[in-house]
């Protein structure tokens, strides 16, 4: 399965990085507004960080909008992946970009029907929000469920991406039910690493070394 985190904080995602676990990098406009810098420059920047694919978001909602704006983010780095609404201007656009070589990651996707039309347009990555599906008291990773099963079933290329994950426990559910990728925030990365028998057994070992004849 590949890790990728969800963050548009470069001092993050370089430390993420650092740890030699990050396979890509998500963006979306919340992320990036809460950088406080420019899209354009914050993407240049993590491209130059990670050697994966990177996800930066169109703005605009009209067909034609996103092509244009999809182009010029694909321009920034070959390692961008252009982030399209799953609307139907959205699929649309998919379909241009795909046809244009560009590679598209369909995002606040929160229905099967959706993921299957995000398919056929040529989408290379879905991105189902399992934690937004959870928080309105539905089961997010159901739709992982399914859109493994669906994907397989017809042997679609897409990859099922699975984002808005709150907890370690949803990375591990969706490894299990065999979903390509796990976007994550940072502090869910730092959340798998924790196990208080860790802490503890490393504590002793710490201890008893200082007893070891020198
Ligand atoms: O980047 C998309 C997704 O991962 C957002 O997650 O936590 O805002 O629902 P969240």
Redesign the pocket.
Known sequence: MKIFI?SADVEEIRDAAAMGVVDGV?T?P??VAKSGRPMRAVIEEICEVVDGPVSAEVIATDTEGIVREGRELAAIHPNVVVKVPLIADGIRAVRQLTDADIKTNV?LCFSAPQAMLAAKAGATYI?P?L??IDDIGGDGLELIEQLVTIYGNYAYPTQVLA????HPLHLVRCAELGADVA?I?YKVILQLLKHPLTDKGLAQFLADAKKIPS
Do not use: H, M, Y
């Open positions: 969800d998500t979306n919340s992320l995002t991105s929000f934690g937004r984002a808005s994950i709150r976007t925030p």
